[in-house]
């Protein structure tokens, strides 16, 4: 297995996973949604709010508010030493106090771990008229996207790598004009599939040509592309993924000796 960056950007990372299959892409892609976990708030005391919103709906703003994660100093509340009780090591507290009339940021969330704050700050939980007041602590927790969706790190999807194949094309310049992602050059009066990943499998080079162009997809090479929501940086959300499935394998293999 081999993987080749396409685009690596901050919050985008598109690669080639080569000599690979379907399972294990598909298992990449299921690991990245539902098991690399982040942080969210789950819990939010509310001691003040006379403002327009109940206090549930505060609170399940609140809870979708992504934040900055730093893997290495929290541990999922399942896996720590403090059996659930809840320690330094899972969760994170935060308050927040407004009065109005103002309108009230997921920035104004001041965690107590300064390295903690909102990807965005300038998400709007609530706005506060005259006399309108809010007081509230939350606690943020490692969870996982197959728990609630609030936790999923990224967006992710696959697809197969297309492999395009060049005939006698006779009409290279309207072949290479009719490609929607620009996949083709014509060079020396000849089509040449110069960024073949591009493509969406529309089929319009296959009609263009009248079959000279023929396209099919790899089972053994796939595209992948992760947007990151934020809380992780799409690199660190791979790897960590990579390193969840060699764990449940492990623990695979220890539970069937
Ligand atoms: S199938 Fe569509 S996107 Fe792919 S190369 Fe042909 S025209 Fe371009
Ligand atoms: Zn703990």
Same mark, same amino acid.
């Given at each position: 297995m081999q993987i080749e960056i396409l685009h690596d950007?901050?919050?985008? #990372?598109?690669?080639?996973?080569? @000599?690979s299959t379907p399972a294990f892409a598909n298992a990449l892609r299921r690991t990245i949604v539902d098991e690399v976990p982040t942080l969210a708030i789950e819990t939010v005391e509310i001691?003040? $709010? $006379?403002? +327009? #919103?109940? @206090?549930?709906?505060i609170a399940h703003r609140l %809870? #979708?508010?992504? #934040?900055k994660t730093d893997l290495k100093g929290y541990t999922p509340i399942d896996k720590c030493t403090c059996s659930k009780e809840g320690c330094a090591?899972?969760? +994170?507290? &935060? +308050?927040?106090?407004?009065? %109005?009339p103002c309108t009230v940021y997921a920035s104004e969330l001041k965690f107590k771990d300064p390295a903690i704050k909102s990807v965005y700050p300038e998400m709007i939980i609530v706005k506060l008229l005259k006399n309108q007041e809010l007081e509230l602590e939350a606690t943020a927790i490692l969870g996982r996207g197959k728990e609630h969706a609030k936790w999923s790190p990224a967006h992710t999807f696959y697809k197969y790598n297309p492999v395009i194949e060049i005939k006698n094309v006779e009409n290279p310049e309207a +072949? &290479?004009?009719v490609c929607p992602t620009k996949v083709f050059e014509v060079k %020396?009066?000849?089509l040449v599939a110069a960024n073949p990943q591009d493509c969406i499998l529309c089929g319009a080079c296959v009609d263009e040509s009248s079959g000279q162009v023929k396209l099919n997809e790899s089972d053994k090479d796939f595209i992948f592309f992760v947007e990151s929501f934020g809380q992780l940086e799409c690199a660190e959300i791979v790897a960590k993924a990579v390193e969840i499935v060699e764990e449940q394998l492990d623990e695979f293999e220890e539970k069937l000796k």
């Amino acid at each position: 297995m081999q993987i080749e960056i396409l685009h690596d950007k901050k919050e985008k #990372l598109s690669f080639l996973l080569k @000599d690979s299959t379907p399972a294990f892409a598909n298992a990449l892609r299921r690991t990245i949604v539902d098991e690399v976990p982040t942080l969210a708030i789950e819990t939010v005391e509310i001691r003040k $709010n $006379n403002s +327009v #919103l109940y @206090d549930e709906i505060i609170a399940h703003r609140l %809870g #979708l508010v992504p #934040l900055k994660t730093d893997l290495k100093g929290y541990t999922p509340i399942d896996k720590c030493t403090c059996s659930k009780e809840g320690c330094a090591k899972c969760q +994170v507290t &935060a +308050v927040l106090k407004a009065k %109005g009339p103002c309108t009230v940021y997921a920035s104004e969330l001041k965690f107590k771990d300064p390295a903690i704050k909102s990807v965005y700050p300038e998400m709007i939980i609530v706005k506060l008229l005259k006399n309108q007041e809010l007081e509230l602590e939350a606690t943020a927790i490692l969870g996982r996207g197959k728990e609630h969706a609030k936790w999923s790190p990224a967006h992710t999807f696959y697809k197969y790598n297309p492999v395009i194949e060049i005939k006698n094309v006779e009409n290279p310049e309207a +072949v &290479a004009k009719v490609c929607p992602t620009k996949v083709f050059e014509v060079k %020396g009066k000849k089509l040449v599939a110069a960024n073949p990943q591009d493509c969406i499998l529309c089929g319009a080079c296959v009609d263009e040509s009248s079959g000279q162009v023929k396209l099919n997809e790899s089972d053994k090479d796939f595209i992948f592309f992760v947007e990151s929501f934020g809380q992780l940086e799409c690199a660190e959300i791979v790897a960590k993924a990579v390193e969840i499935v060699e764990e449940q394998l492990d623990e695979f293999e220890e539970k069937l000796k």
